[in-house]
């Protein structure tokens, strides 16, 4: 169910969410700016939020077990990218995260349906799904510190049927740490020079044509597209005129996630689930 039929705002669907409960280790999680400690009971009740607003959302949630061994095993988005009826199990960027995987692959396999996987064969090559932003059309990924170039031609070999096209990230985590789908050919983009420079390659680069939501905020453009429904940090996190811009341009239901504990460890709406749409998978 790939290639023409499987495009456009209809492969952005998700049936199924797969999320990693957060280890006690989660307040020694990686991170840009070690200036703000999380405080874990508020990252726990954050998190629980999140699963209940993707089950409110009619997404069935996949919760797999926390691992001590791994402070940033909730961001699950990073060790496995799913499009349509393939999965990628990825090999991060960081070494300390190089065992989150095995519970991934085996979570992948269970499901009702469990997509075809593929593994990264060269040993060279490493991706964080949070580089990967799938527009539903096509692929663009962040060339970051966590992604490189063998990287992003593992993912054109698995996605033969979209074109791929690499971005450089230098100072952000991921790509998605500065843009993100928020509705059917929509994008939302952050504010920082990254974020501009960004922008304008993606214009001149992309082989489809989307609108582009600008924000003042990288985090505030991290933003988590649901069916219907776009996840938004609330205004206190993100600026209240981010919060109306995209309130006004959004066409979907927005609904608000705080997500503040998150952020302190880069963590943004989009890295803390897989979403999966089993209905793209046959058998
Ligand atoms: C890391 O540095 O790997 C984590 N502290 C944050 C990962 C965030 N991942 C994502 O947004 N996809």
Redesign the pocket.
Known sequence: MQGVAYSGIMALRSTTAIVRNIPNVFVE????DGSQAVVLEKAKQQFNNYIETLEQCGVKVVSLPSDERF??CP?V??VAVVIGARALVTR?G?PS?RGEMTVMREALKSLQKAPQIYEMEDPEAFV???DVLFTGREIFVGQSS?TNQKGVQCLAKTFPEFSVTPFPIRSS??L??LATMCGDDMIAVGGDQEAAETLKSMKSQAKFKYNYVQLDSNSAA?VLLVNDNVFVKPGEEIGHHNYDILKKHVKGRIIDVPFSEFYK????L??CSVLINQEAVSG
């Open positions: 999680a990686l991170r840009l402070p940033d961001f988005e990073d991060p960081h995260r964080d799904g949070g966590r985590l991921h998605k740490s991290n460890v880069d963590g943004c989009t890295c």
